[in-house]
T-cell receptor, first 113, second 114 residues
Framework: GNSVTQMEGPVTLSEEAFLTINCTYTATGYPSLFWYVQYPGEGLQLLLKATKADDKGSNKGFEATYRKETTSFHLEKGSVQVSDSAVYFCALLGSTGFQKLVFGTGTRLLVSP | DAGVTQSPTHLIKTRGQQVTLRCSPKSGHDTVSWYQQALGQGPQFIFQYYEEEERQRGNFPDRFSGHQFPNYSSELNVNALLLGDSALYLC?????????????FGPGTRLTVL
């Protein structure tokens, strides 16, 4: 079945540091890929998405490129802020017509001033 | 434009009891999905409703059941609660006809089973 693997956290960075959170997936066909963010005590917010190979999703300074050859969708940001501290989830939506998101276990990001 | 809303925010139950959680989808959405998020884990798909029918189900026992109403709102029912049912329950809404089916999440209901 479909699955998503994320790097374990927490990831601890100083403000203005470069961020990479690794995400790889296993899926048949051509899934759509997503990054969701969860702030403390809140639900999930869609951060960015990519629906086909080589697409780059971007939002609020975050970027991720859909790499089919390496089955990866790594999240990057050039300069993190304290307000970026949250849990980040990589997820995929299979291409078979079934509309269920498959999530990774999440990566907690802690940014200090 | 109201987003996805869920009620209640928090709930405490004891083992063996039954619980009902409620969800109102984002305006214009017709599909509701439910997810269970255990502490420190990613959300796990429970089931999805469209046109008042369960369209797909994840690996959850029959103790988990749901309903969708004509106004697209939805309920999640869990019977014979177990300690392991303690989790954040997330509702997500979307449009059935959209190919990549972006899902919008509510704030969740935190269920604690004692």
């Amino acid at each position: 079945g479909n699955s998503v693997t994320q790097m374990e956290g927490p990831v601890t960075l100083s403000e203005e540091a470069f961020l990479t959170i690794n995400c790889t997936y296993t899926a048949t066909g051509y899934p759509s890929l997503f990054w969701y963010v969860q702030y403390p005590g809140e639900g999930l917010q869609l951060l960015l998405k990519a629906t086909k190979a080589d697409d780059k999703g971007s939002n609020k300074g975050f970027e991720a490129t859909y790499r089919k050859e390496t089955t990866s969708f790594h999240l990057e940001k050039g300069s993190v802020q304290v307000s970026d501290s949250a849990v980040y989830f990589c997820a995929l939506l299979g291409s078979t017509g079934f509309q269920k998101l498959v999530f990774g276990t999440g990566t907690r990001l802690l940014v200090s001033p | 434009d109201a987003g996805v809303t869920q009620s209640p925010t928090h709930l405490i139950k004891t083992r063996g009891q039954q619980v009902t959680l409620r969800c109102s989808p984002k305006s214009g959405h017709d599909t509701v999905s439910w997810y269970q998020q255990a502490l420190g884990q990613g959300p796990q798909f429970i089931f999805q409703y469209y046109e008042e029918e369960e369209r797909q189900r994840g690996n959850f026992p029959d103790r988990f059941s749901g309903h969708q109403f004509p106004n697209y709102s939805s309920e999640l029912n869990v019977n014979a609660l177990l300690l392991g049912d303690s989790a954040l329950y997330l509702c997500a809404s979307s449009l059935w006809r959209v190919s990549y089916n972006e899902q919008f999440f509510g704030p969740g209901t935190r269920l604690t089973v004692l």
